[in-house]
């Protein structure tokens, strides 16, 4: 039996596309340990070396505030270029820069697709000025007089993330590196998107990273916490990060803030009291801030005041009065300015310290509790306007 052969060419096979190279790693969201762990895993430096290494290049990041491998001079030539091979120190994408005509700097950074933060600097708050920084993409606990809490909950952000806000704002105020005196930014506050005590972990290793003597250096006593009050969480908060906390009260009794911050409901008042009070640290030297917002009719009278102060006795504090910044589809208009002249009058007659907050940012929706979801719902606007069938010419 013959066998036959067919020599005919195949017709070609059109060639795969070549691999995409997997993402380099980010170094920035890194705590030391990490850095060095990386370094030696990566073949980048030897064992031995990798403590030493590791400092240097903690100081360029966070000291220096560099993105370049090319720029560590003390580290030599074949090192930068195999960490450049390896690693990455790029900052996330400003999608938006807005500058207030008070001064209040709003960034809208683009972490990756679809994943976009706001983050906020307002100048002469604290002892020079405060950066008011995101621990969520979105929010979950849909407190009725909060712009933001209408946005759902996206995902937690990255330590590497929550650093990247505060290297952002250093980049757009030229401070670095790190200055010890005459600082622009000397303030950190967890007041922006998400609820922070969801996001711990990273929260707080984020917070090791600011407060390093040796990186960015805003000291632990000047970066505060603000929690609707995720009560199991407060403990461990105050252990972690040594930071100050703040409340997102609002109300001075169970049914009203139930309505207010629904988070009520699963940590009630008392509750709540309870693991302020156990919080590690807490004294007159480290005292709590209480935010209450002031909503024309609902907890402005001065009923509310008085039964403020019986709430908080025995509570080293201060309450920060906030002014409602309105926003569309609310139902809620702020208090009168009288009004909130009084409820602070009798809290200060009590002895707390009770500062009005002074709006910031109105202009470009940086106020509080306006953060991204205008924004986003500006882009979904012009989306909408795009793909909407055009009338033929």
Not at 28 to 51: F, N, Y
Not at 70 to 75: I, K
Not at 226 to 237: F, I, M, Y
Not at 251 to 275: Q, S
Request: charged fraction near 25%; aromatic fraction near 6%.
């Amino acid at each position: 039996m013959g066998v036959t052969l067919d020599l005919s060419r195949a017709p070609a096979q059109p060639l795969a596309p070549p691999l995409a190279k997997p993402a380099l790693a980010n170094l920035t969201g890194l705590s030391r340990t990490e850095l060095a762990q990386a370094l030696v895993e990566a073949e980048v430096v030897r064992p031995d070396k990798a403590k030493m290494r590791a400092s240097q290049l903690w100081r360029w990041m966070h000291h220096y505030g560099v993105t370049d491998f090319a720029q560590m001079t003390d580290v030599a030539k074949e090192t930068r270029a195999a960490l450049a091979e390896t690693f990455t120190l790029a900052r996330p994408e400003v999608v938006e820069r807005q500058v207030s005509k008070d001064g209040t700097r709003k960034w809208l950074i683009r972490m990756a697709p679809g994943i976009e933060v706001e983050t906020v600097y307002i100048p002469d708050v604290g002892r020079a000025g405060a950066l008011c920084v995101s621990s969520q993409v979105g929010c979950t606990l849909n407190c009725t007089f909060c712009h933001t809490g209408t946005q759902a909950l996206v995902r937690n952000l990255t330590a590497a993330e929550i650093v990247a806000q505060v290297q952002i704002a250093r980049d757009d105020l030229e401070e670095w590196p790190s200055p010890k005196e005459d600082r622009r930014l000397s303030n950190i506050v967890f007041m922006g998107m998400g609820e922070p005590l969801y996001n711990l972990d990273h929260v707080a290793q984020a917070i090791d990273i600011i407060a390093d003597n040796e990186g960015i250096a805003i000291s632990r006593r000047r970066i505060t916490v603000s929690t609707s009050g995720v009560v199991p969480q407060l403990e461990a908060l105050g252990t972690r990060t040594q930071t100050m906390l703040a409340i997102s009260l609002h109300a001075t009794n169970d049914e009203l803030r139930e309505k207010l911050v629904p988070l009520n409901r699963k940590y009630p008042l008392a509750e709540l009291m309870a693991g302020i009070r156990a919080y590690p640290g807490l004294s007159n030297a480290r005292r709590v801030t209480f935010e209450y917002v002031m909503l024309k009719g609902v907890n402005d009278s001065p009923a509310e005041a008085k039964a403020l102060v019986q709430l908080l006795k025995g509570i080293p504090a201060k309450i920060n009065l906030i002014p409602f910044n309105k926003w569309p589809g609310s139902e809620y208009e702020c208090s009168d300015w009288k009004t909130i002249e009084a409820f602070a009058a009798i809290l200060n007659r009590a002895g707390y310290a009770s500062p009005i907050r002074t709006p910031r940012g109105r202009d470009i929706l940086a106020a509080c509790g306006q953060l991204k979801s205008e924004s986003e719902k500006l882009r979904a606007s012009a989306r909408r306007k795009l793909d909407a069938p055009q009338d033929a010419p």
